[in-house]
């Protein structure tokens, strides 16, 4: 099985004959290439296009962060799984008002079913659960009376509003709004950094397929941004990042010593990073037992597998029905 490698040092990184070589402070290391299946770098790291061109040949995506964790971007290979049957039919849904809608109601659905899965199974946890249980679903049924991707935003934005201070009492964390750039406080640094790896590796299992990344249905198309991949984590993020959130801080995995505090932002310190990105590689492992596969699949199985849910949607007359966390 293929891995997904990060570089958090500072080096050179080259092709050596037909595989990587890593040069830092004086020390080699080689890295087969036919073993990975992406490379994320969060220090500075010299590269070539040779390399490059060693990475699109082998099928393997560079992302790339600062030192601090912010997602700068990936450089991804030229597609080899390409149909121009299903950019068609991609272009012809995101120009079709009513199919947009409705697929972008269908993201924004089963990512709040998630969100309310997460918060049942620490329901013993949550006082006033039964009420506030009930404020996410009423704020859950405006989503059916939106006619716009607009309304379709602003009924996940108020629903979030509701979730994240619940999910902040769940780890002990103080939360007042969402802040991005640049986070503000643990649990939004946390948000902000799980996003961005399930953003990348979103990316990653859309290129094994033949959806273009650039044609999205619930966030505007634009250039120098991979779209689709956000809609799709949409429905994972609950799934993914705030459950290892809930494990990284209720078992102190990361703690205080792990972040740095400035006077407006919350950053991960290296190794906060590390740790991070060790767990979320150890839950993407994880499986569950899948019902209608009638076997054990993991969670980078499951971004796959949703990934062809969506194209069977657009080249047939099937649904789309996002994942809805069953276990």
């Not at 390399?51 to 393997?60: G, P």
């Not at 991804?76 to 109601?105: A, M």
Request: proline share 3%; net charge positive.
């Amino acid at each position: 099985m293929k891995k997904n490698f990060y570089l958090f040092a500072s080096g050179q990184l080259s092709r050596k004959d037909n595989t990587l070589l890593l040069e830092r402070e004086g020390r080699r290391k080689f890295i087969p290439i036919e073993k990975i299946e992406s490379i994320s770098t969060f220090g500075e790291i010299d590269l070539n296009t040779r390399l490059l061109s060693f990475l699109s040949q082998k099928e393997v995506a560079l992302h790339v962060y600062s030192h601090n964790g912010w997602y700068s971007g990936s450089f991804v290979p030229r597609k080899q799984k390409v149909s121009g049957k299903l950019l068609v039919e991609q272009v012809k849904t995101f120009l079709d008002p009513i199919k947009r809608l409705k697929l972008s109601r269908e993201f924004i659905d089963g990512a709040m079913h998630n969100m309310l899965r997460v918060l049942q199974r620490s329901s013993g946890k949550i006082p006033g659960y039964k009420d506030k249980i009930e404020g996410l679903k009423s704020t859950r049924e405006r989503l059916q009376n939106a006619t716009g991707i607009n309304s379709v935003m602003a009924v996940e934005g108020a629903f979030r509003q509701y979730y994240y201070p619940i999910l902040a009492g769940l780890t002990g964390q103080e939360f007042v709004t969402r802040v991005r750039q640049p986070p503000l406080g643990i649990l939004n640094c946390m948000i902000s950094f799980g996003n961005s790896l399930l953003y990348t590796r979103t990316l990653s299992k859309i290129y094994q397929t033949q959806l273009d990344p650039t044609v999205s249905f619930l966030h505007e198309p634009c250039e120098m941004r991979f779209s689709l991949c956000l809609d799709i984590s949409e429905v994972f993020k609950p799934v993914i990042v705030d459950r290892l959130i809930m494990t990284l801080l209720n078992k102190a995995i990361l703690t205080e010593d792990d972040f740095d505090k400035e006077m407006n932002s919350t950053l991960l310190t290296n190794e906060g990073m590390k740790k991070y990105v060790e767990y979320f590689e150890k839950f993407m492992e994880e499986t569950v037992f899948h019902p209608t596969l009638k076997r054990k699949v993991s969670y980078n199985t499951l971004l796959l597998t949703e990934c062809y849910k969506l194209i069977r949607s657009l080249l047939s007359e099937e649904k789309y029905k996002a994942l809805h966390m069953w276990w």
